[in-house]
């Protein structure tokens, strides 16, 4: 009888335990799951994009994380509670250890996020996360593409429409705020932007458009009634083909019109918001009805508007 109470009074003083540490434990092995502010700084220059991330944890963290970045990123720096730590890119990730640890941030530079004169861009949540601030800063002496319109996003330059746009002269900064994000959730990002030459060089262009116009109303004078029989047939085929294209279609078509006739399956993703499994469907559709065709470079697939 004794030694019945001595055994049920051990295993309820080894429960009480167990109970309380996993009390005293909770708060480090749940902190990492949820950050009071994630800070994203994108600073474009010379053809490459410097990234500065930086997460603030709710609570102090212990653990072990692992960091993701683009596959042309060799090496980066680390910091951690803003200690820097050595560091090394394996397999397009990066280790942290977290020891008490409050925040962390990180620096880059990658050529992924940049096409030509447009930024692309398309992240998932690592953690859950009460707010989260994205800037974008465009290279110097650039400007959007053309002026940021009030509602209708689907001639935006910038998509989605940012918070705020500021410059100092220079530099035009863009920028986005979201607040109570789950881990997981994406946000995709798409700015277009042009370079601003100096006036000597848009002189000596103007001449030139000049000239060519000129000798362009020449030509088509002498061959005005051939050119106006494959003008109107081109444009009767283009109203037939666009009679029978439904909403969604006709969305992706005119985006590859505004980009001459191309664009890589990613941006269109993230021009129309579409999930990956509605854009294959349309793709795969309008495939089979010969308006566009898909090629595969690399690692992107590239879609193409057919010529009429």
Same mark, same amino acid.
């Given at each position: ?65 692992f960091l993701d970045v683009p596959d042309d990123v060799k090496t980066a720096s680390l910091y951690i509670d803003n200690a820097f730590v050595e560091s090394k890119v394996e397999d397009g990730r990066i280790r942290a ?143 037939? @083909?666009?009679?029978? %294209? #439904? $909403?969604? +279609? /006709?969305?992706? =078509?005119?985006?590859?019109?505004? &980009? ?18 509605? @854009?294959?469907?349309? %793709? #795969? $559709?309008? +495939? /089979?009805?010969? =308006?566009?065709?898909?090629?595969? &470079? ?11």
């Open positions: 009888m004794g030694k019945s109470h001595t055994h049920s009074s051990i295993s309820d003083a080894a429960a009480i335990f167990i109970l309380s540490a996993l009390v005293l434990l909770s708060p480090s092995l749940s902190s990492a799951e949820t950050l009071e502010n994630y800070t994203i700084n994108f600073h474009m220059a010379y053809g490459k994009v410097v990234v500065d991330k930086e997460m603030l944890f709710s609570e102090k963290a212990t653990n072990e994380i250890r977290l020891n008490s640890s409050k925040s962390i941030r990180l620096n880059y530079v990658t050529g992924e996020f940049v096409d030509r004169s447009e930024f692309i861009v398309s992240m998932r949540m690592p953690y859950d996360a009460d707010n989260l601030k994205v800037t974008l800063t465009l290279p110097e002496n650039s400007v959007l593409e053309k002026p940021l319109p009030k509602s209708d996003i689907s001639t935006s330059p910038a998509y989605p429409l940012p918070d705020a746009v500021t410059t100092d002269g220079l530099l035009i900064n863009l920028a986005w705020g979201y607040s109570g994000l789950n881990k997981g959730d994406e946000k995709s990002f798409f700015v277009r932007f042009i370079e601003k030459k100096g006036n000597s060089y848009l002189i000596w262009a103007l001449g030139i458009i000049i000239i060519a116009l000129i000798a362009l109303v020449a030509f088509l004078f002498k061959r005005k009634p051939s050119v106006e029989r494959v003008v109107e047939k081109v444009v009767e085929k283009e109203d037939m @083909l666009e009679k029978h %294209l #439904k $909403e969604d +279609e /006709e969305q992706v =078509v005119n985006i590859l019109k505004q &980009r001459e006739g191309q664009c890589e399956q990613g941006t269109l993703r993230v021009i129309t918001g579409f999930s990956k499994a509605k @854009l294959s469907g349309l %793709l #795969k $559709e309008l +495939e /089979e009805r010969n =308006v566009v065709h898909k090629e595969k &470079r690399g690692k992107k697939n590239l879609v193409f508007l057919k010529k009429l």
